[in-house]
């Protein structure tokens, strides 16, 4: 059975606050843009959420072209480090990369991994969707007094309800992930 990807959400990635690219119908998606815009972190995240970070070399078309610098980490995208400017979230925080796919009998899957980190040197935690459902019925953002931010790991546990569809770390969801896409 083949899927197609038919839209990408970025939520506090890198250097996406808060973007959606739609693919209708899983087109194909041609990244076109100067050096740093974003076009090889889309790659990543897409990556990331069919792999939840299993082998992963983070900005790999970097190396590819010649870089000496390393590559980027987990932490790094959720705090949203930038070698010209540092941190841009420095106390770090909550990321999520998502998939829309055309998946059984044509009904939308919606397959994502959520990050969170306070600092360059923790360890990430992470979590994971995958829930048959549009992309925009997973209930990723809070708004309170403090403004709109993404939902933490219990928040967005909370949120689903008792519906299946979240995962508590990156194995359970990637052998969730595994066993689906293979049907």
Wanted: a positive charge; charged letters at 25%.
């Amino acid at each position: 059975m083949s899927y197609l990807i038919t839209r990408i959400r970025l939520l506090n990635f890198h250097n996406f606050v808060d973007e959606t690219i739609d693919l209708p119908n899983g087109g194909h998606l041609f990244l076109l843009g100067d050096n740093g815009c974003g076009k090889t972190t889309i790659l990543d995240a897409i990556h990331y959420v069919l792999t939840a970070g299993q082998s992963m070399e983070w900005n790999a078309a970097a190396r590819v072209a010649g870089s000496r610098r390393e590559g980027r980490r987990a932490q790094g995208i959720v705090m949203r480090y930038n070698l010209d400017c540092g941190a841009m979230n420095p106390r770090g925080g909550v990321s999520y990369a998502l998939l829309e796919i055309k998946g059984r009998h044509g009904a939308p899957l919606t397959v994502g991994v959520g990050l969170s980190v306070s600092a360059m040197d923790e360890r990430v935690r992470q979590w994971g969707i995958i829930r048959e459902c549009p992309l925009k019925d997973i209930p990723l953002i809070i708004e309170d007094e403090g403004g709109r931010r993404p939902a933490g790991r219990l928040e967005l546990k909370e949120r689903m309800g008792t519906a299946r569809g979240f995962y508590r770390d990156a194995k359970a969801y990637r052998n969730e992930l595994a066993a689906r896409l293979d049907r």
